[in-house]
């Protein structure tokens, strides 16, 4: 028999992907199998699964904590913002369109039965569903047409425990005033409730835990404590690329524009000892002390190019090229450093071209097909096999091409500059390859000291310690109630 359990949270970023990812680890080790879902995810981090998808970056980490490979069905909504003009709709997987929000709302009825069968499918290969929420249920202006909290709560009849956090201040007024604000029939699906990221001595919230469950009628499930190695494990939101911390000789820059995408690259060099990456937000200069910038990913490319240059970080970038910097592009990152990007067909606004930094001799041309998949490669000057994931709109040739720096079979992938100063790649996840990532450093002199994928593997199974130690499992697995199969 199934059974499935939702986390819900008291706003956006209280933790709960994280609690997710190590509630799944800790089940997987009492000997259960596990499968992660949520019904709808708002990321410009997707990760690439199995059966040719994407999904939001979260649950495909939630998926490795369970044992399992990541599939489309654990998020079968996924809406990728691209800025004022609404969010692209990712449905089971493949993009359907793009939608401002007025749209959407009308649209998400009709995505609930989406939803409801890639949950019945999930349901059939697990003894325990862990189900993520979206922001917060208190967003009651939002209730109409859920699909996100209570409405898939209901709707598929799963109940939910309230995850607040605590580190933000005000923590019993988030979970009372949840209580407050919600419809009683929602209400009502809430069975217990916990208390994410307490720092310090957890004996004085006990009275607070009182004055919670006294208010709301809900039991504590418990007080987690803050988890230092979060940092070590890939982030899936934006504000988490703060949390990387800036220590080691090699000195990694990325600057932070405002559509940001697939940043995971950075968790394997942030791992590393010898290695600091320092992001760097919007109204701060690039560094000149860098020895890398990184340009990332990108939902607009257009859009990020047009921010970079007006936080002035195109002048920081041509003053590192000229001491010698060097620069790698990544997707959209890669795209930006090209002469031109042409969008013929208006996907990221109107028709046009625009000039690029022009630090690689290529050319982008937006198509409307995106490419996406998984990806081996070999690095041309080490050897080294690499394994990535490619997930981007256009194609980009040039002279600079002829000098791809990867290897796909017999196509050269990526461009360098004449001088290898500059490079770009469509390929995403490189740096997870410990052979690839220790010859590349030794490019800078620096070593390699991780094996990253243990780092990864050990941090789960911390995290699922920490949660064991903090939270009361066996009654939050005894809440669970079963899943109705009934569907096709």
């Known amino acids: 028999m199934t059974r499935a359990i939702m986390i819900q949270g008291t706003g956006s970023n209280v933790g709960k992907s994280m609690l997710v990812a190590g509630l799944a680890r800790a089940f997987l080790r009492r000997g259960l199998s596990v499968a992660p879902f949520k019904p709808q ?29 990541p599939l489309t069905d654990m998020n079968p909504v996924l809406l990728k913002p691209e800025g004022a003009r609404g969010a692209q709709v990712i449905v089971q997987g493949h993009p359907v369109g793009s939608l401002g929000a007025g749209d959407y709302t009308r649209e998400k009825p009709r995505l609930l039965g989406a939803v409801m069968d890639s949950f019945a499918r999930l349901a059939r290969s697990a003894d325990l569903i862990l189900v993520e929420g979206a922001g917060s249920p208190a967003e009651i202006n939002l209730r109409a047409g859920d699909i996100a909290n209570m409405g898939f709560a209901r709707a598929a009849g799963v109940p939910v425990v309230l995850v607040g956090d605590i580190d933000r201040g005000g923590v019993i007024a988030q979970i009372v005033g949840t209580k407050a604000v ?39 499930l418990g007080v987690v404590p803050w988890f230092d190695d979060a940092w070590r494990l890939p982030p899936e939101d934006v504000q988490d690329l703060a949390s990387f911390r800036r220590e080691g000789a090699l000195h990694v820059a990325v600057p932070q524009p405002g559509l940001i995408a697939n940043f995971d690259d950075l968790t394997p060099l942030a791992n590393e000892p010898n290695v600091s990456v320092e992001i760097v937000p919007a109204g701060r200069p690039l560094p000149a002390h860098a020895d890398l910038i990184l340009l990332a990913g ?31 592009g990544i997707c959209g990152g890669y795209q930006m450093l090209g002469r031109s990007i042409a969008d013929p067909d208006g996907i990221e606004g109107p028709p046009g071209t ?22 081996r490669a070999r690095h041309a000057a080490s050897g080294m096999e690499v394994s990535g994931y490619e997930i981007h709109l256009g194609e980009t040739t040039g002279p600079d091409c002829a000098r791809g720096w990867l290897m796909v079979g017999d196509r050269r992938e990526g461009a360098q500059s004449p001088d290898g100063h500059v490079q770009g790649t469509y390929l995403h996840g490189l740096f997870a390859e410990d052979g690839f990532r220790a010859a590349w450093l030794r490019t800078f002199g620096a070593a390699s000291e991780i094996r990253h994928d243990r780092i990864i593997e050990d941090t789960l199974d911390a995290l699922a310690r920490h949660l064991e130690e903090s939270l009361d499992l066996d009654r939050l697995l005894s809440l669970a109630a079963p899943v109705a199969q009934s569907r096709p």
């Open 41 to 69: 995810n708002m990321s410009n981090n997707a990760a690439i699964t199995d059966d040719g998808g994407e999904i939001g970056r979260a649950q495909a980490l939630q998926a490795r904590a369970a044992g399992r490979a």
């Open 182 to 220: 919600l419809d009683p029939g929602d209400a009502a699906m809430i069975r217990g409730f916990a208390v994410n990221r307490f720092r310090g001595d957890l004996s004085l919230f006990a009275e607070g835990e009182r004055a919670i469950a006294a208010r709301t009628g809900w039991p504590s």
């Open 298 to 328: 990108s939902k607009s490319t257009i859009a990020d190019l047009e921010s970079f240059r007006r936080n002035g970080w195109d002048i920081d970038l041509a003053a590192h090229i000229r001491r010698k910097g060097r620069v790698l």
């Open 354 to 375: 625009v000039a690029g930094l022009g630090h690689l001799d290529v050319d982008t041309v937006l198509q409307p097909q995106k490419r996406l998949g998984l990806t």
